[in-house]
Each structure stands twice: as structure tokens, then as C-alpha cells.
């Protein structure tokens, strides 16, 4: 009997604390909703005023570079930095995170993205401030140069335009050396933004810049340097063949022997897009087009219509304006997207419009519900996918035929050398990555060394071009995204490999065909269906990968990118 008492008296224990345990459990449960409440509308009624005035001022000093404009960027971003660096928000955040007291999994989501966008910024809010206010500066001297070549002031796309056509060895190498004369005007302010930038990382527990970048973006810098040795090894040799076929047939076109090529030969500022060495101008084919308005078309008819976008957008070059190209979200509520371009009639810039309507699509389309937080891409990466797949139409002899309604007779002769063309872009591209992502890498591990002998050293093993001799400039300062836009490049390369999945899964599911054949998607609205489906609509509301897996059955892999340009 007094078993039976002791036995039936655990039971009433038992279950007097599983009440008890229930009440707290639900008591905490009910604290995290309303902290949590709390904490989102404290936090949304000050970041999305704040980022959308940062954001509309971007805007206004790109197509507007003046020291003012660029200064009163500089005074939005540094609200910004004051909301993202506020230490009470973010304890508030970490505790709520690591509580695990919600099955919501939106609301865990949110918490793990908000924890690593304030993480980057809990440091002195000088230090924030003083990033802000160089860069702008740094900015505005890119914005503001003009190659000068005797009395001519040139344009970037004046540069490039020489690059390509001129034939005059004298006057390429004297249009490069112009060009490259921003290095010694920003390379040491680049120094020292870098310095700043590994000091706030470090505070914060990263190994550096670089390090912290990629983590907080949710990348793991071993993983991503993994691909990029496997992307090396898959490119190396195939790249070397293509290369020494493109040395003869440009020393033949400048009249010199191949030894004596030099990176002005290459018909780029930077090697990074493929000389013309097949019998093919795609230019031509642009002439007297008007870009925008083909841009507008495609997209209506894969049912992704860009009207809107492009009223917003600023497109044609000018003075004191941008002279690159980009995207971006002004009002994500409102869904404010523009986008910034300086169209010419020519093939680059019809690849730059679809590429940059490919960024702008993915923000458009983007869930109404999403939380503003997730209102974004999955990753930098995966809106770069977006507008490569779209940026490689401009040479796909497929959406040439059925676009820019060039006769199939045509198409023909120039098909063979036109995915010739796209196939060395690939290459080419492929190992100027190289270079950016691992300069980078090794200039935040150490920003003092010999950054000039490390910048020709990269592009003569990756790209395997000869540093003019006697040459000791900073020429790596020329190229803007290492300060504007820092540890971002290795996104570019990545984007492409996923765009070729995209591919792959697109033509096999949804046109029903052979992915080593040429697809346009003009007039299959169902491309459009999926991308906002499985990919835009979704946002941020994933890991990258997990995004990645449930769009196309697989994660991130290379695999059709190597079959698709390499093998």
C-alpha cells in the first residue's frame, strides 16, 4: 500500500510541475510575441524611412555627381549606421534569436537575418561614420574622371570604344595608360578605407574584412575559396587553348608578334570581356537599334513586363553622371525600382539593360507579405544569376532569330562563331574573377604589402597577360568595385554558375528541350511563372541554398556551367 501511495503521489507531482512547466513555457512564449512585436515595430519605423532616403539620394549623386549630393549621401547612410549600430536593438535581437521560443518559422528567419545586418555594425558609429564619409569621397573622384588623351576628355565608353576598334598600337596603349590614371588618385584612400574596414572587423571577432563580408552574407569563405580552386582546375586548360588561338589572331590584327602583346591589345580596360577574335560583330546587328525599347519588349513577352521599371530609370550618359550601371530598390514597399544605364547602340549595352532589368524583375516581383527584411533576393549572388541569364541573350543566336528578327540565313553564318564568342566570355570572365577574388582576399589579409606587385602577379597567372615592363602603378585601384563595392566580385562568378542551372532546369522543365541547344524564352510567359514562383516571390525567406534546392531540385553545384562553356 505505501508503494502504491508514494507511486500514485509521483504521478500528482508529475503533473502538478508539467502544469507548471506548460504555464511558463506559454508565459514565455507569450513575452517572445510581444517583444518580439515590439522590437519589429520599433525597428521598422526607423530603418525603412532612413534606407529609403539613403537610397533615393544614391540615386540622385550617380546621376547627379556633385560633392554635395555625395556628401548628403554620405549624412543618410550615417543614419542608417546609427540605427543598424544601436547596441539595446541589437541585444534585443540576439536574445530573442538564440530563445528558440517561436515554431514560426518566418519569424526565426527574420530574427537570424536581422542578427547578422546588425552584427557588421556594432562598433563605434565614428568609425561607421568615417567609412561612410571616404567612400563617398572615393566615389565621387570615380564618378567625376575622365580619361584625358592629348585634348580629348573620354568616356568610359569612349575607353572601351578605342580598345576595341583601334588598331593603333600607340594610341591603345596611350588610351589604357589614361584610363589607369584614377589608380594614384584613389589608391591611397582605398588603403586606407581598407585598414578602417579590417580595424571594425576585427573588433567585432572576424579575422578581417574579407572574413567578415562573407560570413555575415551567410558564406563560408573555405567553401567559396573551394570553388573557386575547382573553378581554376576547370578552366586552366581550356582557357590556355583559347588564349593561345586568341594571341595569333591578335598579333596578326596589331601586326606584332604574340610575345609582344600587351594588356592594351585585349580590347578591354581590364581583359575581362572577350576580344572580338571570331569572324562576327555583334555590334552591328545593334545599330541603330533602340535597346530600350527591345529590352521592354522581350520581357513583356515571357510575361516579366519592365514598362514601369524603365520610366523610372535613367539611361543615356552625360556629364557628371555614372558612367557604369546598376539597379536599385529605392522604396521597397512601394516597390520604387530603377535602374541606371548609359545605353549606346551596341551589344554590350543591350547585354547591360537585360542584365540590369534581370536585378530590377527580381525586386519587383518580391512577396507584398514578405516581411521588409526578407524583402530582398536570397543572396547578392542569386539577383546576379537573374541578370546574367538574361544578360547572355544579347549574343544568343536563338534571341537574335527571334527578337531582333534577323533572318535565319543570317543567323546561320554567324551562329558557329557566336557560341564561340559566348563560350571565351565564359573563360575569360571566369579567370578575371579570379584575380578580383583572391586580390581582395589577400589585400585584407595584409593591406600593407606590395599591393601593385600582388595585382600583376594574379593577372599574370589567371589571366596569363604580361605586366608591361618596368610598369609599378596601382593599377588594381582603376577598378572601382575593390572600393565601392568591396568583397562583392566572387558573387559575379557564382551568379554565373547558377544562372546555367537556372538554364538547364528552365529548358528541360519548362521548354520541354535539350540544354546544349539555344533558347530565346521569347513569348513563353510560363519562364516568367516560374522565376516569380520559385524564385522572386520566396525573397530572403531562405537560406540561399535551401532557395536553390527548392527552385531547381539540386543545390548550388558547377556542374552546368562546366557543361555548358567548359567541357
Not at 537573374?386 to 543570317?410: C, H, Q, T
Not at 586580390?439 to 585584407?444: D, I, L
Not at 593599377?475 to 542551372?501: F, R, V
Not at 525567406?541 to 527548392?550: D, L, T
Amino acid at each position: 500500500m505505501k508503494i502504491l501511495s508514494y507511486f500514485f503521489l509521483s504521478l500528482f507531482l508529475i503533473a502538478i510541475l508539467s502544469c507548471s512547466r506548460e504555464k511558463i513555457d506559454m508565459e514565455a512564449k507569450m513575452n517572445f510575441e510581444n517583444d518580439y512585436a515590439s522590437l519589429i515595430k520599433e525597428y521598422e519605423s526607423k530603418i525603412i524611412p532612413a534606407y529609403n532616403a539613403m537610397a533615393l539620394q544614391y540615386f540622385v549623386a550617380a546621376t547627379n555627381s556633385t560633392k554635395e549630393n555625395w556628401e548628403l549621401f554620405a549624412q543618410k547612410e550615417i543614419v542608417l549606421n546609427e540605427i543598424l549600430s544601436n547596441k539595446e536593438l541589437f541585444q534585443r535581437i540576439k536574445k530573442l534569436k538564440e530563445s528558440n521560443l517561436t515554431d514560426d518559422s518566418l519569424k526565426r528567419r527574420r530574427l537570424e537575418v536581422l542578427y547578422l545586418t546588425f552584427l557588421g555594425k556594432q562598433v563605434d558609429t565614428a568609425k561607421l561614420n568615417q567609412i561612410t564619409k571616404q567612400q563617398s569621397e572615393i566615389e565621387n573622384k570615380y564618378t567625376t574622371f575622365r580619361a584625358i588623351v592629348g585634348k580629348r576628355k573620354l568616356t568610359d565608353n569612349d575607353v572601351e570604344e578605342i580598345l576595341k576598334k583601334s588598331t593603333n598600337n600607340q594610341e591603345l596603349q596611350q588610351v589604357w595608360e589614361a584610363h589607369k590614371k584614377i589608380g594614384p588618385l584613389v589608391a591611397n584612400d582605398i588603403i586606407k578605407l581598407v585598414k578602417l574596414r579590417n580595424e571594425i572587423a576585427r573588433e567585432l571577432g572576424f579575422k578581417n574584412f574579407h572574413d567578415m563580408s562573407l560570413r555575415l552574407s551567410e558564406q563560408d569563405p573555405e567553401e567559396i575559396e573551394r570553388i573557386f580552386d575547382e573553378l581554376d582546375k576547370l578552366t586552366r586548360d581550356a582557357f590556355a587553348k583559347e588564349k593561345e588561338i586568341m594571341d595569333k589572331i591578335l598579333a596578326k590584327r596589331y601586326k606584332i608578334k604574340p610575345e609582344e602583346l600587351m594588356p592594351w591589345h585585349y580590347q578591354n580596360r581590364f581583359f575581362q570581356e572577350a576580344p572580338q577574335i571570331y569572324d562576327v560583330d555583334l555590334d552591328k546587328y545593334y545599330k541603330d537599334k533602340d535597346i530600350a525599347k527591345i529590352a521592354i519588349e522581350y520581357y513583356a513577352s515571357i510575361g516579366l513586363p519592365i514598362d514601369d521599371i524603365m520610366a523610372r530609370s535613367d539611361l543615356y550618359e552625360r556629364e557628371q553622371k555614372n558612367q557604369h550601371a546598376f539597379c536599385i530598390n529605392v522604396d521597397r514597399d512601394k516597390k520604387d525600382i530603377r535602374i541606371l544605364c548609359n545605353i549606346k547602340p551596341n551589344a554590350r549595352w543591350m547585354e547591360t539593360t537585360l542584365h540590369e532589368n534581370g536585378h530590377a524583375l527580381y525586386e519587383k516581383y518580391l512577396d507584398d507579405n514578405l516581411p521588409w527584411d526578407l524583402k530582398s533576393p536570397a543572396h547578392i549572388f542569386t539577383t546576379e544569376a537573374i541578370a546574367m541569364i538574361f544578360g547572355r541573350k544579347a549574343s544568343n543566336p536563338k534571341w537574335m532569330l527571334d527578337v531582333l528578327k534577323i533572318p535565319a540565313d543570317e543567323i546561320a553564318k554567324i551562329e558557329d562563331a557566336v557560341e564561340k564568342t559566348l563560350r571565351l566570355q565564359q573563360l575569360v570572365f571566369s579567370r578575371w574573377s579570379q584575380v578580383m577574388f583572391r586580390f581582395e582576399k589577400s589585400m585584407y589579409e595584409n593591406p600593407d604589402q606590395d599591393l601593385n606587385k600582388l595585382w600583376w602577379d594574379l593577372v599574370e597567372k589567371y589571366q596569363m597577360i604580361k605586366k608591361p615592363e618596368g610598369r609599378n602603378e596601382p593599377d588594381w585601384a582603376t577598378k572601382i568595385h575593390i572600393a565601392t563595392s568591396p568583397c562583392y566580385y566572387h558573387n559575379y562568378l557564382l551568379g554565373e554558375l547558377l544562372a546555367s542551372q537556372l538554364y538547364n532546369y528552365i529548358v528541360v522543365n519548362i521548354e520541354k528541350g535539350n540544354p546544349t541547344e539555344n533558347y530565346s524564352f521569347w513569348n513563353n510567359p510560363m519562364v516568367g511563372k516560374y522565376l516569380i514562383d520559385k524564385i522572386f516571390s520566396v525573397g530572403a525567406k531562405y537560406h540561399w541554398n535551401q532557395m536553390i534546392e527548392k527552385a531547381t531540385g539540386e543545390k548550388l553545384t558547377a556542374k552546368y556551367y562546366a557543361q555548358q562553356f567548359v567541357n
